[in-house]
């Protein structure tokens, strides 16, 4: 009757074989490259919530539980702003947005795009392109031609945030 090899000793040899062979766990793969989009709305929120917790507040997240009325209201003023709104954009509709100059958002604003004011305007136009056209019962071509300059400048703008944006997330990175 042929012998067999003892349990730990086969268990030891395999472990010593698969070792030799570098058959070790292969490094998670890295994670997709963001898009643009998502550059910029995560380089947004650090800096909204590096802003929040200079003002020993915390960040709101999705699923956390909402602190008490009072936090919630100084939380949502250093976050978008207090008092009158600052900046106010009517559009052809007869519709009127309004966005502040202080809080968090606005300061994330001009850190991503440079000029807030000029970012505030041609995002609220270009963001309403299609309800524009709709209220003036025309072409979204023929809209958008008459808006160049909005578009223009909101391309120009966001190409400028997502440039800053990927600088950002670099950095903070960790050391591969």
Not at 47 to 68: A, K, S
Not at 96 to 109: M, Y
Request: some cysteine.
């Amino acid at each position: 009757m042929p012998s067999r090899p003892h349990p730990g000793l086969l268990g030891a040899a395999l472990a010593v074989a698969l070792a030799l062979a570098g058959c070790a766990t292969p490094p998670a793969p890295a994670p997709p490259p963001l898009s643009d989009d998502d550059s910029v709305r995560a380089a947004q929120q650090l800096l909204t919530d590096r802003c929040l917790v200079r003002q020993g507040l915390t960040p709101p997240r999705p699923g956390q539980p909402p602190g008490g009325e009072r936090e919630q209201r100084e939380v949502a003023d250093a976050l978008f702003g207090a008092g009158e709104a600052e900046l106010a954009e009517e559009l052809p509709t007869g519709y009127v947005v309004r966005a502040h100059t202080d809080g968090c958002l606005a300061g994330a604003q001009r850190a991503l795009y440079g000029d807030q004011e000029r970012w505030f305007r041609a995002s609220t136009v270009v963001n309403n392109l299609k309800s524009i056209a709709a209220y003036e019962d025309r072409g979204l071509a023929a809209v958008r031609a008459d808006h160049r300059a909005d578009v223009t400048a909101h391309d120009r703008l966001r190409a400028h945030a997502v440039e800053r944006a990927t600088t950002l997330l670099d950095k903070e990175k960790p050391p591969s």
